[in-house]
């Protein structure tokens, strides 16, 4: 059975850093593009980042560019969001999904549930 | 950007009743790389389409997609009441990858 579980989501004031993990089980992590999703309370699903399977291809959206940074461990099954220079607008629970390829598609399959991350004073 | 454009914003219909949602582009998706996702409170977006009309995989043959270029449609062809949810439709042909802002389907 796949599976993803987001941790690492908090209480954070502007300016501020934090590192969002997503682990997962039930297939070859390797073999596929990983993503990041957010969503604001009350609003729609935002794109954040992607990485290729190898890890060696990653693209960020562009309200996160130079700010946020996705990474993988394949050898942990372990995706990365490293945030840095939080803002008020970053408040948002953030999805882990899974590609439905090895190549940044574009497309999920499978999603954590998410964790929440609280951009606040 | 691909700006998705999704109407109605509420769908109040009844349990087997037919259901139709709207899913717009600013310009043509590259591809029909057009998918729908659905998404009931507190809990994680599904993937039920994908390339504007393949079933995912576990999808019910009541959900059917249909469009290309700019305009996409999701159908249901008779309302379960596991059906009343969010929609939301996203394009991914053109990065970055965007969503629609998402149809509620509830309970009439």
């Known amino acids: 059975e796949v599976q993803l579980l987001e941790s690492g989501g908090g209480l954070v004031q502007p300016g501020g850093s934090l590192r969002l993990s997503c682990a997962v089980s039930g297939f070859t992590f390797s073999n596929y593009a990983m993503n990041w999703v957010r969503q604001a309370p009350g609003k729609g699903l935002e794109w954040v980042s992607a990485?290729?399977?190898?890890?060696?291809?990653?693209n960020y959206g562009d309200s996160v560019k130079g700010r946020f940074t996705i990474s993988r461990d394949n050898s942990k099954n372990t995706l990365y969001l490293q945030m840095n220079s939080l803002r008020a607008e970053d408040t948002a629970v953030y999805y882990c999904?899974?590609?439905?390829?090895?190549?940044?598609?574009?497309?999920?399959?499978?999603w954590g549930p998410g964790t929440l991350v609280t951009v606040s004073s | 950007e691909i700006v998705l454009t999704q109407s109605p914003g509420t769908l109040s219909l009844s349990p087997g009743e037919r259901a139709t949602l709207s899913c717009r582009a600013s310009?043509?998706?590259?591809?029909?790389?057009l998918a729908w996702y659905q998404q009931t409170p507190g809990q994680a977006p599904r993937l039920l389409i994908y390339g504007a009309s393949r079933r995912a995989t576990g999808i019910p043959d009541r959900f059917s997609g249909s469009g290309s270029g700019t305009d996409f449609t999701l159908t249901i062809s008779r309302l379960e009441p596991e059906d009343f949810a969010v929609y939301h439709c996203q394009q991914y042909g053109n990065p970055p990858w965007t969503f629609g802002q998402g149809t509620k389907v509830e309970i009439k």
């Open positions: 999904a899974r590609d439905l390829a090895r190549y940044n598609s574009g497309c999920f399959d499978y």
């Open positions: 990485i290729g399977g190898s890890g060696d291809d990653t």
């Open positions: 310009q043509t998706v590259s591809g029909s790389y």
